[in-house]
């Protein structure tokens, strides 16, 4: 009997050289498994033969295989495979000799004729019963999403990604992975920074303000059918890389100011920055997702709380000539590979 504890979600990271090639699973991801779906459809063509039916035969021209992978309690851990799909490649740099305290940059370049080299992975997804394998796995969307509670709630950071992979495959299980040791992602310890400029991003916190934050990063890949002897996409795509981030805050003077800046339609650079514990001796985990654009939307008395009015406010990125950026991402943590 198939049993719903013994359902898990493991990763591989695949040779950048050989995208596609299966490989085994070096990670497990924690976080709920989802319903497995198919990678294929079958159609029945409608075709008049003399006989009181739609068809005779069904065809299956090509194969997909999309899911969503969901951690409602996120953890520093997983981000740098997450944000492998925006820059890959990555060597992390330990800060603290000794202390196991790896940044990971992983800003996506801009610039025509420079590809970010996006990570594939080998997925494995299943339970007790029949485990299944997803080859060429890269994110399309990136969601980050946390509300601080108000009371003794918990207040976790829930990490989704929606991914696309080659077909999905009946195997087995890489055995004997460690479960992994995962630094909680805290919504209560996210802070939310607003400056003029990148070049003095991360300067002036809107302190103690910020009541949710829900962000979403669009990697622009996409797979590329072309004509070939398999059923399978050919290799991918890097297109236009798009965020969005949604805020609900206080209702102060800082807020205000937003909406000022909205009716304005000034540049802004924006940073949600979580800090973790420390690692080791060394500096902290950290997470830093920094977007520049103008604010679409920013809502005063946008919703309320025992009494208390909320701001709600919405930002789309735009590139700044002046910076030359759009978007950036940082995290440091205890791994210092995936």
């Given at each position: 009997m198939a049993a719903r504890?013994?359902?898990?979600?493991?990763?591989?990271?695949?040779?950048?050289?050989?995208?596609?090639?299966?490989?085994?699973a070096t990670k497990i991801l924690l976080g709920k498994v989802p319903a497995v779906k198919s990678d294929?459809?079958?159609?029945?063509?409608?075709e008049n033969v003399g006989i009181r039916a739609r068809g005779i035969r069904s065809v299956i021209h090509q194969y997909l295989y999309t899911n969503t992978l969901s951690t409602e309690h996120g953890y520093f851990q997983q981000m740098p495979w997450v944000f492998g799909s925006l820059k890959g490649g990555v060597t992390p740099a330990e800060q603290t000799p000794a202390q196991s305290d790896f940044l990971w940059t992983q800003t996506p370049s801009l610039v025509t004729g420079v590809s970010n080299n996006p990570?594939?992975?080998?997925?494995?997804?299943?339970d007790d019963v029949q485990a299944f394998e997803a080859e060429f796995a890269m994110l399309e969307r990136i969601r980050i999403s946390g509300q601080v509670a108000q009371g003794m709630e918990v207040s976790p950071v829930n990490v989704e990604v929606d991914f696309f992979s080659r077909q999905l495959t009946p195997t087995t299980?890489?055995?004997a992975l460690s479960l992994p040791?995962?630094?909680?992602l805290n919504?209560?310890?996210?802070?939310l920074y607003v400056d003029t400029a990148w070049a003095g991003i991360g300067s002036s916190e809107l302190a103690n303000i910020l009541r949710g934050f829900d962000i979403e990063i669009l990697t622009g890949l996409h797979p590329k059918f072309a004509g070939s002897g398999a059923k399978y996409f050919n290799g991918f795509g890097e297109g236009i890389i798009t965020a969005t981030a949604n805020f609900t805050l206080e209702g102060t003077s800082a807020a205000d100011a937003l909406f000022d800046a909205q009716q304005a339609s000034t540049?802004?650079?924006?940073?949600?920055?979580?800090?973790?514990?420390?690692i080791g001796t060394g500096v902290n985990h950290?997470?830093?997702i920094d977007i520049g654009g103008v604010w679409e939307d920013v809502s005063p008395l946008g919703g309320e709380d025992r009494g208390d009015n909320l701001h709600t406010a919405t930002l789309v990125d735009h590139y700044d000539s002046t910076g030359a950026k759009l978007l950036q991402v940082a995290t440091i943590t205890n791994v210092s590979s995936y």
């Open positions: 504890f013994f359902s898990k979600v493991q990763i591989g990271k695949e040779d950048p050289g050989a995208r596609g090639t299966a490989v085994a294929r459809k079958p159609t029945i063509p409608d990570d594939s992975s080998t997925i494995e997804l299943g299980f890489t055995p040791a995962a630094e909680p919504a209560k310890l996210a802070r540049f802004q650079a924006v940073r949600l920055q979580i800090n973790g514990g420390a950290s997470l830093k």
